[in-house]
């Protein structure tokens, strides 16, 4: 064999290293960051609320976060939890992705959490408020951290401001599913704690769009409705509860009157009064600004869903930025996230030792009025009273908040109810 013959594949062979060794350091110096979210199905809407928000941080900031170039994947989970487990499989063993960001539903952070610990791949949860996630089991899940919020922490708040008004007596409607079960506790216990009785629990099913059957039962006798409506069932709930004569406060979660159904409604909800961490309707320079910049990319008051999203692109930002610009490991990346203090749209952002936001919980009232200076009355929830700095676990504390059980459709019982 000629020398020529024997050099000629030693230097291809070297070649290919060279090529494949500066692959993987592009690779290595790019952020890829997996997204879940329901593009199509039910919750197409909150879906692309959700993608718009995050996208529009990234835009604003060259397609960069913490100085890394960004390469953005998206997922369609439809809202099912085992296709969000089966699109997160796909996020880290195929695109090989550093973190996956979102999902929708409660249930589906509680199946998305066991894959984050499995695969040892950051789970930021944008949106999934599963309680549990950043409470009793949140050892079982080291590489989740959630930037979004609890089930039943603005619900707590909420149960005493009730008491405030002097509402002796309250029926409960919430979808029937974890979320629902998690909101309606977090106020019941609350609002019993000051006083207060859930006279009655209603659980219309996940997706229920005629509350004909359920409108009827309503207790006559109590003071108002809580109401735990999400998706269309938003829509549909106070158009009917109205419509069929019941002239009584209605208050409720803040997927009710979220700014994703707001929009779509009529003056029914006018003085509906819901709870969260988040108001398009905030009158602050930075919510002013991003309302601003959202509807005139949009064409839409942005949502708590684009809200919680843009939020997590500029908490990711700052964690990018506190390792170097670089990616610093699934366990220094948490870490590093977990000891951040923001400034966000929403307000002051800071997490506890669960990983969980602690943030301002603002009770918001639907008013129809001008803001902003747009050119016409629209329903906006106007804030009227915030709640500073709250935690998960209220002001009952972590240790005796923990020792009760999650929140349920059987916990707090219902012991005023006949």
Known sequence: MSLSRLIKPLLLSGAVLFGADLVSRA?????????????????AQVGKDMVDGFQMYLEEHGNKLGGMDVKFILEDDQAKPDLGVTKAKKLVLNDQVQMFVGGVLASTGYALAPVSTEMKTVYIASIPAADDLTQRQADKFPYLIRTGWSS?????????????????????????????????????KTFEDCGGKIVQKIWPPLGTKDFGPFIPTIKADADAVFALMVGPMALQFPKQLRAAGYKKPIIGGGTSYDEFALPFMGDEVVGDVSSLQYSAALTTPK??????????????????????????A???DETIKKSGGKWPGAEQFIKTMAGLKIDAVRGPVSFDELRNPIQD??????????MFGYDKPELWNTVIKTYPAVSQFWIYGKDKFLAQPVYSRDFPPCKFCE
Do not use: H
């Open 314 to 316: 500029q908490l990711i």
């Open 152 to 188: 039943s922490q603005p619900s707590q708040p909420m149960g005493q401001w009730a008491c405030d008004q002097g509402y002796k007596k309250i029926v409960a409607v919430g979808a029937d599913y974890a979320f629902g079960y998690e909101q309606v506790g977090g106020f019941q």
């Open 287 to 312: 919510n002013e600004a991003f309302v601003k910049a959202y509807r005139a990319k949009y064409g839409k008051v942005p949502s708590y869903f684009s809200e919680s999203n843009y939020t997590t």
């Open 27 to 43: 690779q290595a110096e790019e952020l890829r960051i997996g997204f879940i979210a329901p593009m199509t199905g039910l919750f």
């Open 361 to 370: 919980i603002y009770i918001k009232k639907v008013e129809k009025k001008q």
